[in-house]
């Protein structure tokens, strides 16, 4: 009697820690779920106030309009109506960048770079 006596307190002991085990184990899968819970909560929130930033924001955008112009062209060069003067001077600045463009850049020369220009 004494051995069947242990072995059911025993038993019921390793019962006791099996049910122990469970209820903790029960008390995360609980905590988990109010964690989830409450991060959807919030992912909720936050979806809704940033569904009521775009629509303000549209709101805002929509109050401008765009022309609806012809295309665009480059600007048209009327080298008609300058002075005979100011064209001279226009020339000859031309000549003046091609010809030293043409020319090779003076070498040998320590306060110069590759371009022809001194050193500062």
């Known amino acids: 009697v004494k051995t069947l006596v242990s072995d059911i307190a025993t038993a019921s002991g390793e019962q006791s820690r099996g049910v122990a085990q469970i209820n903790v184990a029960i008390g995360e899968v609980a905590k ?21 930033a775009t629509q303000s924001m549209l709101a805002e955008v929509g109050r401008f309009t765009l022309r609806r112009d012809e295309p665009m062209r480059a600007p048209e060069m009327a080298m008609s109506g300058l002075p005979a003067e100011l064209m001279a001077q226009i020339q000859a600045l031309i000549l003046q960048q091609t010809a030293q463009s043409a020319s090779p850049a003076v070498k040998g020369s320590s306060n110069r770079d590759g371009r022809g220009y001194g050193s500062f």
Do not use: G, R
Request: hydrophobic share 50%; glycine share 0%; net charge negative.
């Open 32 to 52: 988990s779920a109010l964690s989830t819970s409450q991060q959807a909560e919030e992912l909720a929130a936050s979806a809704a106030e940033m569904q009521a």
